[in-house]
C-alpha cells in the first residue's frame, strides 16, 4: 500500500511563505488527481488544492492567488507553495489523492501563521 508522508511545515509570521511537500511510498501522483486538504482545530478537514491528472489546477477560493500546487512525477512527490501566509492558514494539512481515499491519509505537518 502506498504511503504519503507531508513534511515542509511550521511557524512563520503572517505575509510569509512555506512550501510543503508530499512524499509518496509509490507512483501514484503521476495517474491520479491529487489534493491538498487542511485541518484547522475545531473545524472540518476542508479541500485547499486539487492538481488533475491532466494538469489543471482548482483552489479554495480563501487561498487562490496565494497557494499553488504541483507536482514532480520522478520524485513521487507533490508540492503546495503558501506565500502570503494568513493567521487563517493555520491548521494540519494533508494530502491524498482526489477524491480523497481514507486509506492515504498521513500523519499531516502542522502550519502556524503568527500575526
Known amino acids: 500500500q502506498v504511503q504519503l508522508v507531508e513534511s515542509g511545515g511550521g511557524l512563520v509570521q503572517a505575509g510569509g511563505s512555506l512550501r510543503l511537500s508530499c512524499a509518496a511510498s509509490?507512483?501514484?501522483?503521476?495517474?491520479?488527481?491529487v489534493g491538498w486538504f487542511r485541518q484547522a482545530p475545531g473545524k472540518h478537514r476542508e479541500m485547499v488544492a486539487i492538481l488533475y491528472r491532466g494538469g489543471g489546477t482548482d483552489y479554495a477560493d480563501s487561498v487562490k492567488g496565494r497557494f499553488t500546487i504541483s507536482r514532480d512525477n520522478a520524485k513521487n512527490t507533490v508540492y503546495l507553495q503558501m506565500n502570503s501566509l494568513k493567521p487563517e492558514d493555520t491548521a494540519v494539512y494533508y494530502c491524498?489523492?482526489?477524491?480523497?481515499?481514507?486509506?492515504?491519509w498521513g500523519q499531516g505537518t502542522q502550519v502556524t501563521v503568527s500575526s
Open positions: 491524498n489523492k482526489w477524491p480523497a481515499n481514507s486509506i492515504y
Open positions: 509509490g507512483s501514484i501522483f503521476s495517474s491520479n488527481n
